[in-house]
């Protein structure tokens, strides 16, 4: 058996991996199952009818996905540019504490409803990019690694989200009433500032999907985005042709970082309508994380992460609704690996061809 | 005086800085060969879960079950670390994603969850654990009593452990060998290393590290089982590593100055006193520091000298090459 590169890559492929990755995900943790003693298809029938069919849970299956097209839409932008920002968990903490600050202001101060909605994105935009900024100069400048760098100021973000609200009296925190004189807990935002939804379907939910369009056509439709995928595959041929890498660097980090910090403002706006920075909160989702598998799953293509995004929304929906019962704990994390572990094993497939049968004289060992 | 703060926290501080330690010494046997493991949390919570399992299930004297523990659990981290290496060594995946999708699957939302759950671990103190080795009269000694002689098994272990990653990296013909490979693996190959067979022994060796410093956790320093024990210590070896410019003898050095930082906080609590944001900045300053050595190491004299393993992160690939 060998492996050789594939000169092009056909385009069911690309659609056949993914599906085949979900497939043989459910196989093996069904597996998993099953050599540990539970039910398989059982548990599938109750994830399912968790994500889906019972009575809410579609509404919450969308709650989940909102921010995880957000994170996933995220590091789809900066990953095709080989630029592996994975701090969109701390992007969007920030984006939710500036959104936050912007609604209880402008909420506050009887501005009309349209607009505190629109500064609120903005200024989840401004708060995530602000952040994501901060990896992307040293990059830019230092040429200092941005995976660990953005790595870390996720914890960074996280500390700061939980010290506005827990050791200070700052300005996003509850400090009159009897709730407040218990548990610190962080001032809801005032009703102007809450996101309307169409039924079930959050406000955010729409602005992920404008995003991913944006993101898409920028990426596949103009010159900024065909400079940054230059720049991406080959970082010296980008510098021949007179590619200002610093500047994409910067650019390509602060709309990843936006578009992560708009999934804060939509937390805030759209479900939460406060800043949740309790540790066992916002912060056990992982949405940041999760969405790098989102992404992967969709291959960095924006379109497919918010399809990505609704399923892989279900399944953690499902996990977080089942917790506790007669339900497997942690099944849907070992789910999500094996997902993606398969999604990741499947990309040899689509980048190279495997024959078999045609091997090579093995030369002899000496 | 041994109650006063310095000596608490430093105390505590090298308690909390083994499995720091153990972590970082696998990452950096990983990372030098070229592989980059952000599995580590993932690895050493399943380390910590299988570790507890043995302890608990197994019945014999304290001595034999401890020592089976860390067996099972370095063998927990391998079985792990595997799923990594076959990845991204023979699939050539991305080592980002893979290591993210590891700590996922093994989590504390994933697989370590899904095992103390299944095995009925939980709410139960662990049978054995390690106590400390020195008679009490030594532990009593000022200053360096509770800081040297206080401690368990497991850090002295550590200790030996890094005096031998330190020699097997820089004296060894393995060593030698497993750095050109983390350098460049092309040239390597050339001389007749086999790139894949030595980023596989290293990649699993760190997580048998993983593991062992899981099971510090179950077994030590807080003698039992809930989800997510560890609480991020995987993502501050990781940081760690860096910190410690790729070196063993850095890594004791920061593991236990980033375990110091864990207790201080909790330390200037109880004794009110009040040093600014206490909290935020000890929880936040291992983070802040590594990004802050991190640009310190990306100045172009220093990356060679001291930075990270040239082709650390990169597949390879023979023919392309």
Request: proline fraction near 4%.
């Amino acid at each position: 058996m060998r492996i050789e590169r594939r000169l092009r890559q056909p385009r069911w492929l690309l659609v056949a991996v993914p599906a085949g990755s979900l497939v043989f995900a459910f196989f093996a943790s069904g597996l998993v199952l099953l050599a540990t003693g539970h039910d398989a298809l059982r548990s599938y029938r109750q994830i399912f009818d968790a994500a889906f069919l019972n009575s809410g849970a579609l509404g919450q299956t969308l709650t989940q996905a909102t921010p995880l097209a957000f994170t996933g839409l995220a590091a789809a932008a900066a990953f095709r540019m080989r630029l592996f920002n994975i701090g969109a968990e701390g992007q969007l903490f920030m984006g939710a504490v500036t959104a936050d600050a912007a609604g209880l202001y402008l909420g506050g101060h009887g501005w009309p409803h349209a607009l505190v909605i629109a500064a609120m994105v903005v200024a989840g935009c401004a708060g995530g990019a602000a952040w994501a900024l901060i990896p992307g100069v040293l990059r830019a400048f230092f040429k200092t690694n941005e995976i660990i760098t953005s790595l870390m100021l996720n914890y960074v973000a996280a500390y700061v989200m939980t010290y506005l609200i827990f050791n200070t009296e700052s300005y996003w925190r509850q400090t009159t009433g009897f709730n407040a004189s218990v548990f610190p807990t962080s001032k809801t935002l005032p009703n102007a500032a809450w996101w309307p939804a169409a039924n079930i379907f959050p406000l955010g939910g729409g602005i992920a999907i404008l995003a991913a369009v944006l993101i898409w056509f920028l990426y596949t439709r103009t010159r900024f985005g065909f400079e940054a995928q230059v720049l991406g595959d080959s970082p010296r041929a980008a510098r021949y042709a007179g590619i200002r890498t610093r500047r994409k660097i910067l650019a390509v980090m602060a709309i990843s970082g936006a578009v992560a910090g708009v999934g804060g403002a939509s937390q805030v706006g759209d479900f939460s309508h406060q800043l949740d920075a309790d540790p066992n909160g916002l912060q056990k989702q992982y949405y940041g994380y999760t969405g790098i598998v989102v992404a992967a799953l969709a291959r960095y293509n924006p379109l497919a992460v918010v399809v990505v995004a609704f399923l892989i929304g279900a399944l953690q929906n499902a996990g977080n609704t089942l917790q506790g019962a007669d339900f497997p704990s942690g099944l849907v994390g070992v789910m999500q690996g094996i997902i993606l572990f398969s999604a990741l094993g499947g990309e040899l497939l689509v980048r190279y061809r495997v024959r078999v049968g045609r091997a090579l004289p093995a030369p002899e060992a000496a | 005086m041994n109650n006063s703060l310095l000596v608490v926290v430093l105390a505590s501080g090298v308690a909390y800085g083994t499995p720091l330690l153990y972590a970082s010494l696998g990452e950096v046997l990983a990372e030098r060969s070229g592989v980059l493991n952000l599995g580590v949390e993932g690895m050493m919570l399943v380390g910590a879960v299988m570790g507890f399992w043995a302890v608990q299930r197994v019945h014999a004297a304290t001595g034999v079950s401890l020592a089976l523990a860390i067996g099972v659990a370095a063998i927990a981290g391998i079985a792990m670390a595997a799923i990594h290496a076959f990845l991204v060594i023979t699939l050539r995946a991305s080592q980002i994603v893979s290591g993210l999708a590891l700590t996922i699957f093994a989590g504390a939302a994933g697989l370590s969850s899904y095992l103390g759950n299944d095995l009925n671990l939980a709410d139960n103190p662990a049978r054995h654990h390690f106590d400390a080795i020195f008679p009490s009269s030594m532990q009593h000694w000022s200053i360096v009593g509770p800081i040297l002689f206080g401690q368990s098994l497991l850090v002295y272990a550590s200790w030996i452990c890094v005096v031998a990653v330190s020699l097997y990296l820089s004296r060894t013909r393995p060593g030698l060998n497993v750095r050109a490979v983390g350098e460049a693996p092309a040239s390597a190959d050339a001389m007749g290393i086999n790139v894949t067979r030595y980023r596989y022994g290293h990649t699993l060796a760190g997580g048998a590290f993983a593991g062992v410093a899981g099971a510090t956790f179950t077994l030590s320093i807080t003698p039992q089982w809930t989800s997510g024990i560890t609480g991020g210590a995987g993502w501050i070896a990781i940081a760690l590593v860096i910190f410690a410019f790729w070196r063993p003898a850095l890594c004791l050095v920061g593991a236990y100055f980033f375990g110091a930082l864990q207790a201080l906080s909790p330390q200037l609590q109880a004794r009110e006193i009040h040093l600014g944001p206490t909290e935020l900045w000890t929880n936040s300053l291992p983070y802040v520091m590594t990004v802050v050595v991190l640009v310190f190491v990306s100045a172009s004299g220093a990356r060679r000298r001291l930075g990270a393993p040239a082709s650390l992160g990169l597949p390879y690939v023979r023919e392309e090459r």
